[in-house]
T-cell receptor, first 122, second 110 residues
Framework: QVQLRESGPGLVRPSQTLSLICTVSGGSVGSGDYYWSWIRQPAGKGLEWIGHIHTTGSAKYNPSLKSRVTISLDLSKNHFSLKLTSVTAPDTAIYYCARESSGWAGDYFDYWGQGTLAFVSS | QSVLTQPPSASGTPGQRVTISCSGSSSNIGSNTVNWFQQFPGTAPKLLIHSNNQRPSGVPDRFFGSKSGTSGSLAISGLQSEDEADYYC???????????FGPGTKVTVL
């Protein structure tokens, strides 16, 4: 059973960089045909896909966030990470990591972490 | 403003059938599969339906997904109190080059 767990500072100052890690157990971030995603949800609002990285290291980002986002893999620690630069209050949200699996005609997020709150405030 | 459109709420009495629509366009649902997620307050979303109509192991067969043209649909038959949650649709958008989610539908069991 694959499990994901997010970790990182709960409070980030405006204009600083938000850094989060998703630790994976029950599977390897470097094996199989999977993508590893970050998704966020502001309080009381809907879900927004931030971006993903393939087990091969190829990454793709939401165009609305692309200039500020980097997602990377750490095979030695079996985790992947998110860096979001120049944060402002609208970046305050619960950040989820998730695994993407491939179906017969498309991909889907089948395993999710429990989420971690990142609060942007001075 | 979401690219996918869902009704903000839906409700029914125990045992009834509730249907949630997800309207998109040719660049998302019209050319890609639809997935559905169930989310309870304070918890992570859970995959409910993938690839338009496939239920992951453990999801009751009361949940049924379908797709027609540029719209997807989630039906819950035999509604139960434990089905009270938020439901989100999601698809890849070829124009935006990004995954997009619907705004969510809150299902209430009366």
């Amino acid at each position: 059973q694959v499990q994901l767990r997010e970790s990182g500072p709960g409070l980030v100052r405006p204009s600083q960089t938000l850094s989060l890690i998703c630790t994976v157990s029950g599977g390897s971030v470097g094996s199989g045909d999977y993508y590893w995603s970050w998704i966020r949800q502001p309080a009381g609002k809907g879900l927004e896909w931030i971006g993903h990285i393939h087990t091969t290291g190829s990454a793709k980002y939401n165009p609305s966030l692309k200039s500020r986002v980097t997602i990377s893999l750490d095979l030695s620690k079996n985790h992947f990470s998110l860096k979001l630069t120049s944060v402002t209050a609208p970046d305050t949200a619960i950040y989820y990591c998730a695994r993407e699996s491939s179906g017969w005609a498309g991909d889907y997020f089948d395993y999710w972490g429990q989420g971690t709150l990142a609060f942007v405030s001075s | 403003q979401s690219v996918l459109t869902q009704p903000p709420s839906a409700s029914g009495t125990p045992g009834q059938r509730v249907t949630i629509s997800c309207s998109g366009s040719s660049s998302n649902i019209g050319s890609n599969t639809v997935n559905w997620f169930q989310q309870f307050p304070g918890t992570a979303p859970k995959l409910l339906i993938h690839s338009n109509n496939q239920r992951p192991s453990g999801v009751p067969d009361r949940f049924f997904g379908s797709k027609s043209g540029t719209s997807g649909s989630l039906a819950i038959s035999g509604l139960q109190s434990e089905d009270e949650a938020d439901y989100y649709c999601e698809a890849w958008d070829d124009s935006l080059n990004s995954y997009v989610f619907g705004p969510g539908t809150k299902v209430t069991v009366l």
